[in-house]
């Protein structure tokens, strides 16, 4: 650790914070898993330290799946952080609210074609939103934070991620998620193909039934 240099906060997490440092000169991230105060010690750092090895983990499989993720330099288990790759570049949350529409469904394309390489390997992200998307300088786009990611080959995980994102897009780019959600599911269906993308879809589509279900009998 001694080749870091003083870090700087990023962001606060519910689960994590993230912090700007320098490793061998490079810029990079520190993500530090919190202690939780309410578990018994023991038992918060078992789970901490499996959380952050097998994101670590998930994030080299999701490269070798052909998913660009930020490069891992060091896991410290014992302490439950990872020292990662800083990604020079935009959020895709805010880069597409500023471009034409074209461009918007060039990029929505790409994302979907990400998240069917993802799949098609059995990996699920956990919590697909635009803010953990980056397009860096060259336009790559990077997906970020795996910390609720798993490998699972169930239809139903790959609905929940797709439902996920459906409803990030619905409440961050409410005025054209419709446009942006039909060509994630073009790019996915690139990768998937169409019987499988329909068999993800109509899962989606049976959580959101079952979420209005549970808010009518709540009201």
């Known amino acids: 650790m001694d080749k870091l240099e003083q870090p700087v906060l990023l962001k606060k997490g519910a689960e994590a914070n993230l912090y700007l440092?320098?490793?061998h000169g490079k810029k990079a991230v520190i993500k530090s898993r919190k202690q939780k105060k309410y578990r018994p010690e023991?038992?918060?750092m078992q789970i901490r330290s499996y959380r952050t090895a097998h994101e670590a983990q998930?994030?080299?499989q999701a490269?070798?799946?052909g998913v660009k993720t930020p490069l891992v330099y060091m896991v410290n288990v014992a302490e439950a952080s990872i020292i990662m790759e800083y990604i020079q570049g935009v959020q895709v949350?805010?880069?597409i609210n500023t471009v034409s529409k074209g461009e918007r469904e060039r990029i929505c394309l790409k994302i979907g074609q990400l998240i069917g390489k993802l799949h098609r390997e059995n990996l699920i992200h956990g919590d697909l939103t635009t803010s953990n998307m980056i397009l860096d300088e060259q336009g790559t786009n990077f997906l970020v934070d795996?910390?609720?990611g798993e490998k699972n080959v169930e239809l139903e995980a790959k609905g929940v991620d797709l439902h996920l994102l459906k409803r990030a897009l619905q409440s961050t780019h409410f005025t054209f998620w419709e446009e942006c959600?039909?060509?994630i599911l073009s790019g996915y269906s690139s990768i998937l193909g169409d019987k499988f993308t329909e068999k993800v879809y109509e899962k989606t589509r049976e959580i959101e039934r079952r979420g209005r279900y549970?808010?009518?009998r709540r009201q």
Do not use: C, N, P
Request: glycine share 4%; aromatic share 16%; charged share 25%.
């Open 181 to 183: 959600f039909k060509a």
């Open 42 to 44: 023991a038992l918060d």
């Open 63 to 65: 490269k070798i799946s």
């Open 214 to 216: 549970v808010e009518e």
């Open 93 to 95: 949350k805010q880069y």
């Open 58 to 60: 998930l994030l080299h």
């Open 146 to 148: 795996f910390g609720l």
């Open 21 to 23: 440092t320098s490793w």
